[in-house]
Each structure stands twice: as structure tokens, then as C-alpha cells.
């Protein structure tokens, strides 16, 4: 594989499997430099496998890979120098506080300990934990203990950053605490591979997004490529009355002949529709059905509907056993 210099991560045929299960099967991904490319799928799906390999943690038992145009199984210390990885659980020590933890990688990394202090300042006033520097991370929100461990992910800015997972569990707040967090590191020139489940949070900061399911990559493009890709519009009501869910569900199966998409929000319904004429139909019967809505539009398909589309199951089932097989090999 010849290095493209333009690209930050390139990959071809990735494959890894753990006795009998394949939880990569086939992987190819070309991720431009400075960008946030979003790698979406359910758990199970093959991402954090996929990182692992690009990160140099694993080694591929088939394919090639590049990032920042070194082999990741013949380069692969140079990889490493180049890189972070932030994972799904915090890496930073509970019994230290904030500054302690933060200092104590920059030692690691070879700064003297005046270098570390002032690189562990500027990183707690940048992440807003100035106030809690001294509070032993044990007494830290999730919230907050996320955003250390991605300052400690940066301590010496890496080319390229891995993010598994980065939000899972964090409130509304605190999530979007993190995106602009994502968004200062790519604006700084940092590229960043960002594997996720949640669609709301690829569509916010991915340039393009590779969909995997199974192991394998089944959808990739922009945003809004991959919406268009569906082919149709979405109708989406929220109802005044949560409880009548069920009649809307019914109502909508009626008029579309299709079972509609049941939002997070108790509330919300949405399902594909041809235009605005079937739109009006499914209004219609609703309202025959007596069921009130509180507001609806028409615009197009959410990356929900668009999963749900590609891969005939919702992003939040699970899908092949990536998580069991990589414990049942460890074990």
C-alpha cells in the first residue's frame, strides 16, 4: 500500500477475528487529514476492534493498514508516537487529583516537572477544571472525568486521535461539552477518528461517516449523502399525549403500511413517506384515530431512519458479538 500523503488513516481488507467470530471482516476506510471521521454502528459492531488495530493494540490477521503514512504492523512504534487513544473507560488514576494526573503524564511523555505543570495548567483552565484541580478524581462527575481523560489524551497534541465512545453515559451537558472540545482539537489541525452509537453525535461532528454493522463497513459518505441515500422524505409527530403512542403506532401502520420508528422521545414517531401527499394521508388518519399531536414536519430522513434503512435493525440492538468474543479470547 502506497502512503497517500492527504490522508491521515488508510485501510484495506481489515480482518480480525477471535476463534470463530469475525468481528471485523473486511474493514477499508480512507480518513482525510484534519477532519472528525465518524466510524457509527451499534455495540458489537466491530469499531472498537477496528481502532484497536489502527491504534497498533491489535495486530490485523488480514489486511493493511497506514496511519499518518506509517504501516501500523511494520511502523508500528512510529504509529505510536503519533497518536492517542481515548477508550470507553476513563485511564486517568481516582486516587490522584485532576493536576496530579495530568503532570504526571507529562512526565511520562519526557517533559521536565516545571514543563508538566504549566502544560497541566493550561490544559485544566482550557477544560474548565481549574476549580476541581486539587479534588481527587474519585469525586469527580462523569462528566468532568471524561474531559480529563481527553486532556490527558492531549497533553502532547497528537496528529491524530482515536475517540471510542467518547460520550457514553454523559448528560446532555456534559456531552456537549465534549464535541466542543472534538471541535477546538480539529480546528487546531488534529485529526480525529470518532467511533460511535449515537447518530445525533456523528451528525454533529463527522465530516464523512463509515456505518459498520456485522464487521463490515455497509454505508459511508457525508451526512447528508447518507440521508439522501434512503431516497425519501420522514414524516416525525410528537404527540400531545405520550400514552397514545400505541393508537399513533397503529394509525401510521395503517395509512403507510409500514411499522413507524419509535423516537427516544416517549412522545415521537417518525416514518418514511413518498412526499407530501402520503404525508397528509397519515396526518388524516390520525386525526380519525383521535389522536392529538402536538407538532409534525417533513424533511428528511434522521441517521436513526437511515440505520434502520441500511441494516434493517435500530442502532441501539445490538449486533454480532464483538465485545463477548474479544472477552471469551482474553479469558
Same mark, same amino acid.
Given at each position: 500500500?502506497?502512503?497517500?500523503?492527504?490522508?491521515?488513516?488508510?485501510?484495506?481488507?481489515?480482518?480480525?477475528?477471535?476463534?470463530?467470530? &469475525?468481528?471485523?471482516?473486511?474493514?477499508?476506510?480512507?480518513? $482525510?487529514?484534519?477532519?472528525?471521521?465518524?466510524?457509527?454502528?451499534?455495540?458489537?459492531?466491530?469499531?472498537?476492534?477496528?481502532?484497536?488495530?489502527?491504534a497498533?493494540?491489535?495486530?490485523?490477521?488480514?489486511?493493511?493498514? &497506514?496511519?499518518?503514512?506509517?504501516?501500523?504492523v511494520?511502523?508500528?512504534?512510529?504509529?505510536?508516537?503519533?497518536?492517542?487513544?481515548?477508550?470507553?473507560?476513563?485511564?486517568?488514576?481516582?486516587?490522584? =487529583?485532576?493536576?496530579?494526573?495530568?503532570?504526571?503524564?507529562?512526565?511520562? /511523555?519526557?517533559?521536565?516537572?516545571?514543563? $508538566?505543570?504549566?502544560?497541566?495548567?493550561?490544559?485544566?483552565?482550557?477544560?474548565?477544571?481549574? !476549580?476541581?484541580?486539587?479534588?481527587? @478524581?474519585?469525586?469527580?462527575?462523569?462528566?468532568m472525568?471524561?474531559?480529563?481523560?481527553?486532556?490527558?489524551?492531549?497533553?502532547?497534541?497528537?496528529?491524530?486521535?482515536?475517540?471510542?465512545?467518547?460520550? =457514553?453515559?454523559?448528560?446532555?451537558?456534559?456531552?456537549?461539552?465534549?464535541? !466542543?472540545?472534538?471541535? $477546538? /482539537?480539529?480546528?487546531?489541525?488534529?485529526?480525529?477518528?470518532?467511533?460511535?452509537?449515537?447518530?445525533?453525535?456523528?451528525?454533529?461532528?463527522?465530516?464523512?461517516? $463509515?456505518?459498520?454493522? &456485522? +464487521?463490515?463497513?455497509?454505508?459511508?459518505?457525508?451526512?447528508? *449523502?447518507?440521508?439522501?441515500?434512503?431516497?425519501?422524505?420522514?414524516?416525525?409527530?410528537?404527540?400531545?399525549?405520550?400514552?397514545?403512542?400505541?393508537?399513533?403506532?397503529?394509525?401510521? /401502520?395503517?395509512?403507510?403500511?409500514? !411499522?413507524p420508528h419509535?423516537?427516544?422521545?416517549?412522545?415521537?414517531?417518525?416514518?418514511?413517506?413518498a412526499?407530501a401527499?402520503?404525508?397528509? *394521508?397519515?396526518?388524516?388518519?390520525?386525526?380519525?384515530? +383521535? @389522536?392529538?399531536?402536538?407538532?409534525?414536519?417533513?424533511?428528511?430522513?434522521?441517521?436513526?431512519?437511515?440505520?434502520?434503512?441500511?441494516?434493517?435493525?435500530?442502532?441501539?440492538?445490538?449486533?454480532?458479538? !464483538?465485545?463477548?468474543?474479544?472477552?471469551?479470547?482474553?479469558?
Open positions: 500500500m502506497r502512503a497517500n500523503p492527504a490522508l491521515a488513516i488508510e485501510a484495506a481488507g481489515l480482518v480480525k477475528a477471535f476463534g470463530s467470530t &469475525r468481528a471485523v471482516d473486511g474493514v477499508d476506510l480512507n480518513v $482525510a487529514r484534519g477532519t472528525v471521521y465518524g466510524v457509527l454502528g451499534p455495540n458489537g459492531a466491530g469499531k472498537t476492534t477496528t481502532i484497536r488495530m489502527l497498533t493494540l491489535l495486530r490485523p490477521d488480514e489486511g493493511r493498514a &497506514r496511519v499518518l503514512g506509517h504501516d501500523v511494520d511502523e508500528a512504534d512510529a504509529v505510536r508516537a503519533l497518536v492517542s487513544l481515548t477508550g470507553q473507560l476513563a485511564s486517568v488514576d481516582e486516587d490522584l =487529583t485532576g493536576r496530579e494526573n495530568l503532570v504526571l503524564v507529562g512526565r511520562l /511523555l519526557g517533559a521536565r516537572r516545571a514543563q $508538566a505543570k504549566a502544560r497541566a495548567a493550561e490544559l485544566l483552565e482550557a477544560f474548565g477544571l481549574s !476549580e476541581a484541580a486539587g479534588r481527587q @478524581v474519585k469525586d469527580y462527575s462523569g462528566g472525568r471524561r474531559r480529563l481523560d481527553i486532556a490527558a489524551s492531549i497533553v502532547v497534541t497528537p496528529q491524530l486521535m482515536f475517540l471510542d465512545e467518547p460520550t =457514553t453515559g454523559l448528560d446532555p451537558r456534559s456531552r456537549n461539552q465534549v464535541w !466542543e472540545i472534538v471541535r $477546538a /482539537l480539529v480546528a487546531e489541525g488534529t485529526t480525529v477518528l470518532l467511533c460511535t452509537q449515537y447518530l445525533d453525535e456523528a451528525d454533529q461532528l463527522a465530516a464523512r461517516i $463509515a456505518v459498520i454493522d &456485522r +464487521g463490515r463497513v455497509i454505508a459511508e459518505g457525508t451526512p447528508a *449523502e447518507l440521508k439522501a441515500s434512503v431516497g425519501q422524505g420522514a414524516l416525525h409527530v410528537r404527540l400531545l399525549d405520550p400514552g397514545q403512542r400505541p393508537e399513533a403506532e397503529r394509525a401510521l /401502520l395503517r395509512a403507510l403500511d409500514l !411499522e419509535l423516537e427516544s422521545d416517549p412522545a415521537g414517531l417518525s416514518a418514511p413517506v412526499g401527499e402520503q404525508a397528509s *394521508e397519515a396526518l388524516a388518519e390520525l386525526s380519525r384515530a +383521535g @389522536v392529538g399531536l402536538a407538532n409534525f414536519s417533513l424533511g428528511q430522513p434522521s441517521l436513526d431512519e437511515v440505520f434502520l434503512s441500511l441494516t434493517g435493525h435500530p442502532a441501539e440492538e445490538p449486533s454480532t458479538g !464483538e465485545a463477548t468474543a474479544i472477552e471469551e479470547h482474553a479469558a
